[in-house]
Nanobody
Framework: QAQLVESGGGLVQAGDSLRLSCGAP????????MGWFRQAPGKERQFVAA????????IYGDSVKGRFTIYRDNAKNMVYLQMNSLKPEDTAIYYC?????????????WGQGTQVTVSS
């Protein structure tokens, strides 16, 4: 069973925006760092963004800096990824993750993913 559940993916055109959401119905992750990763067919899983438990620190992968924003609402036990100026190369399955420590590599808990497709 997935501990995290993503939603908000879809098919959009280049230049459009999407907001992905991640919730955790089974437990609270308010004391954990949260991250977003993505994976396209034939490519390695790529770090997208992460946020610490308090929401005070955000980190991003180089390919999305200036276009994507991660934020969280601990009262709702939710984390979000606002994606602007989308490009075809952003097409991937996007995964939400949680861990004790804010990082760019390893997370203990994962969702099943949501598909984002960007047409040119």
């Amino acid at each position: 069973q997935a501990q995290l559940v993503e939603s908000g993916g879809g098919l959009v055109q280049a230049g459009d925006s999407l907001r992905l959401s991640c919730g955790a119905p089974g437990r609270t992750f308010s004391s954990d760092a949260m991250g977003w990763f993505r994976q396209a067919p034939g490519k390695e899983r790529q770090f997208v963004a992460a946020i610490d438990a308090s929401g005070n620190i955000r980190i991003y992968g180089d390919s999305v800096k200036g276009r994507f924003t991660i934020y969280r609402d601990n009262a709702k036990n939710m984390v979000y990824l606002q994606m602007n100026s989308l490009k075809p190369e952003d097409t991937a399955i996007y995964y939400c993750a949680a861990d004790r420590i804010l990082n760019r590599r390893e997370y203990a808990y994962w969702g099943q993913g949501t598909q984002v497709t960007v047409s040119s």
